[in-house]
């Protein structure tokens, strides 16, 4: 079964930081792995998926890593700004069913 | 632009009492999902419909069925509630293995 650990679980910045996110998991057999955004009393947003034939994934200040064989992928948020403070969830997906496995999650707060 | 419509967004319930959560996507995606977000828990797969005409139990099948009605909807039923059922419910889709999953800002569900 796929386990998906997020660390750390809280992260409190000032404005202008950069960021780094990490997420791990336990079967490396995954098609992708997805990194959602989700605000409070919200649904989860799609900030980035990486497919496992993918090292990375950019989009504007978000990167994300994928590290299949090890289990881990990393967001980075370039120059974080109040607007980033979210949760971020990380979930893989294994081809059977395109069932996704979330991790608990890392509650940004970005301070300005 | 719709996206995925979940209704109600908030329901109180009495112990064995029966509702219906009710999910729409208007994207032509094949495969929807049901989830329950717990804290600490996180989330977790309750049911899902690779393909219209077809669903599977997930991760916290007991308790809950559910129907594929058409390749739109894709519904959510618990028989006879639980205190322990209270949980914020999710509703996705996704067209296909590659693309992203796509969230409905969710239904408060309180079981009293």
């Known amino acids: 079964k796929q386990e998906v650990t997020q660390i750390p679980a809280a992260l409190s910045v000032p404005e202008g930081e950069n960021l780094v996110l990490n997420c791990s998991f336990t079967?490396?057999?995954?098609?992708?792995l997805q990194w959602f955004r989700q605000d409070p009393g919200k649904g989860l947003t799609s900030l980035l998926l990486?497919?496992?034939?993918?090292r990375e994934q950019t989009s504007g200040r978000l990167n994300a890593s994928l590290d299949k064989s090890s289990g881990r992928s990393t967001l980075y948020i370039a120059a974080s700004q109040p607007g980033d403070s979210a949760t971020y969830l990380c979930a893989p997906i294994k081809s059977a069913g395109n069932k996704l496995t979330f991790g608990g999650g890392t509650r940004v707060l970005v301070k300005p | 632009n719709a996206g995925v419509t979940q209704t109600p967004k908030f329901q109180v319930l009495k112990t064995g009492q029966s509702m219906t959560l009710q999910c729409a996507q208007d994207?032509?995606?094949?495969?929807m999902y049901w989830y329950r977000q717990d804290p600490g828990m996180g989330l977790r797969l309750i049911y899902y419909s690779a393909s219209e005409g077809t669903t599977d139990k997930g991760e916290v099948p007991n308790g809950y069925n559910v129907s594929r009605l058409n390749k739109r909807e894709f519904s959510l039923r618990l028989e006879s509630a639980a205190p322990s059922q209270t949980s914020v419910y999710f509703c996705?889709?996704?067209?296909?293995?590659?693309?992203?999953?796509?969230f409905g800002n969710g239904t408060r569900l309180t079981v009293t």
């Open positions: 996705a889709s996704t067209g296909e293995l590659r693309s992203p999953l796509h």
């Open positions: 079967d490396s057999a995954i098609y992708n």
């Open positions: 990486i497919q496992s034939s993918q």
């Open positions: 994207m032509n995606h094949n495969s």
